[in-house]
Every structure is written in structure tokens, then in C-alpha cells.
């Protein structure tokens, strides 16, 4: 019932800044938490960030706290995933994923794949050295 789409992905240099989109369709989208993942070719998919559905509260994995920032625009159906200081490390494809169950959640429970239902087709992320 609900499609995610993101965009914004490409080629960047080390140090350099992306703009990820994730756009959804529904009515019912401003009620859902949104999460971001990333997954690197033989890696598992792992957690980035995530938002609770009024953008009051936000989560980040180690990895890219500080330099990733996680927002959203619910009356576009849009999340986004600004991504500074972009090393070699960040090359991976990033998904975008919602949440429908509209309950509080923590951090263990938003970093896992499981606890979110709809998925987008993923967007791919290259930063070179």
C-alpha cells in the first residue's frame, strides 16, 4: 500500500555532501517513524538514522553521528538524509524504511530491519578517496 522512493545518491568525493530523498506516498505517512539503512556489497544491512513521525526525536547510528542529519517535511511525504563530511567508508546503497505501528520506540528498537514494514528500492552512495 505505501511506496518509498528515494533519490539524491551519486558519486562524491571524500569530505563532500549528499542530499538523500525519500518520498512515500499515503495519507497515513506523517504518522510513521522513518528510518534510514545502508548496505555495502557482502555486508549486512546496518543502521544510519532514524525519525519519529512528528520529527520531535531522531537517532543515529555511531558511525555518522555528527555528520548525518535526518529530517522531514510531512506535508511533502518526504524524509531526507543530509550527509556531511562523507568518507569511504559511507559507500553503500541507502534505504529509506517507515514504520506504520505508531508506538513509542528506542534506539534498539528503531536500529533493527525488522521493526520497520515498507521499504524503498534503495539509492546508491559512492564516495571516493
Known amino acids: 500500500q505505501v511506496q518509498l522512493v528515494e533519490s539524491g545518491g551519486g558519486l562524491v568525493q571524500a569530505g563532500g555532501s549528499l542530499r538523500l530523498s525519500c518520498a512515500a506516498s499515503?495519507?497515513?505517512?506523517?504518522?510513521?517513524?522513518v528510518g534510514w539503512f545502508r548496505q555495502a556489497p557482502g555486508k549486512e544491512r546496518e543502521f544510519v538514522a532514524a525519525?519519529?513521525?512528528?520529527?520531535?526525536?531522531?537517532y543515529y547510528a555511531d558511525s555518522v553521528k555528527g555528520r548525518f542529519t535526518i529530517s522531514r517535511d510531512n506535508a511533502k511525504n518526504t524524509v531526507y538524509l543530509q550527509m556531511n563530511s562523507l568518507k569511504p567508508q559511507d559507500t553503500a546503497v541507502y534505504y529509506c524504511a517507515a514504520d506504520p505501528k505508531n508506538l513509542p520506540g528506542d534506539y534498539s528498537d528503531y536500529e533493527r530491519p525488522d521493526w520497520y514494514d515498507y521499504w524503498g528500492q534503495g539509492a546508491q552512495v559512492t564516495v571516493s578517496s
Open positions: 525519525i519519529k513521525s512528528t520529527g520531535a526525536r531522531t
Open positions: 499515503g495519507r497515513t505517512f506523517s504518522t510513521y517513524a
